[in-house]
T-cell receptor, first 112, second 114 residues
Framework: GENVEQHPSTLSVQEGDSAVIKCTYS??????FPWYKQELGKRPQLIIDIRSNVGEKKDQRIAVTLNKTAKHFSLHITETQPEDSAVYFC???????????FGTGTQLKVEL | GAGVSQSPSNKVTEKGKDVELRCDPISGHTALYWYRQSLGQGLEFLIY????????KSGLPSDRFSAERTGGSVSTLTIQRTQQEDSAVYLCAISGTVAYNEQFFGPGTRLTVL
């Protein structure tokens, strides 16, 4: 089955700096890669996703890149703000309604 | 978290008791998923339902866990003879109606087994 590894487990950055979180996956049939943000005590919220037919996708201050050959994908947050502080999870799926396999999460702290 | 509610929001039970957790999605979402999140941990897939297909039960941790989905809408996750290690937040998710890729989570049920 699919295995998703996520690094780092914790990340502390200064406000305004960039943050990068990286994930690798094992199943070459995976073709859908979402990222979720989870604030303390809240449900995971989908913030961006990418499908295997594209290499990069941007949405304002966040972007995701995908390298299918190397089986890794990354989340980039620019101009970080305190409200970006949360746990971020990557995930992988074969798409078409299949289950998500999640990484172990990254605790991002944006310091003033 | 558009389109799905869960009940109860919190459930405290004693070891050995059975519990039922409910997920109520807005109609039109054919795929429904259950995940479990233990304290400080990631999300673990349990089971998913898609249309009239047989459910994928590959993530259920033991035969004490079962789930059903009636009428293609409401789903119930049942845990029999609960154990302390069952304590977690149980999250239901639904897929988007168009791409069947995006999954949106409900607020979850926090289960505590004493």
């Amino acid at each position: 089955g699919e295995n998703v590894e996520q690094h780092p487990s914790t990340l502390s950055v200064q406000e305004g700096d960039s943050a990068v979180i990286k994930c690798t996956y094992s199943d070459s049939a995976s073709n859908y890669f979402p990222w979720y943000k989870q604030e303390l005590g809240k449900r995971p919220q989908l913030i961006i996703d990418i499908r295997s037919n594209v290499g990069e996708k941007k949405d304002q201050r966040i972007a995701v890149t995908l390298n299918k050959t190397a089986k890794h994908f990354s989340l980039h947050i620019t101009e970080t703000q305190p409200e970006d502080s949360a746990v971020y999870f990557c995930a992988a799926s074969r798409g078409g309604g299949n289950k998500l396999t999640f990484g172990t999460g990254t605790q991002l702290k944006v310091e003033l | 978290g558009a389109g799905v509610s869960q009940s109860p929001s919190n459930k405290v039970t004693e070891k050995g008791k059975d519990v039922e957790l409910r997920c109520d999605p807005i109609s039109g979402h054919t795929a429904l998923y259950w995940y479990r999140q233990s304290l400080g941990q990631g999300l673990e897939f349990l089971i998913y339902f898609q249309g009239n297909s047989a459910p994928d039960k590959s993530g259920l941790p033991s035969d004490r866990f079962s789930a059903e989905r009636t009428g293609g809408s409401v789903s119930t996750l049942t845990i029999q003879r609960t154990q302390q290690e069952d304590s977690a937040v149980y999250l239901c998710a639904i897929s988007g109606t168009v791409a069947y890729n995006e999954q949106f989570f409900g607020p979850g049920t926090r289960l505590t087994v004493l």
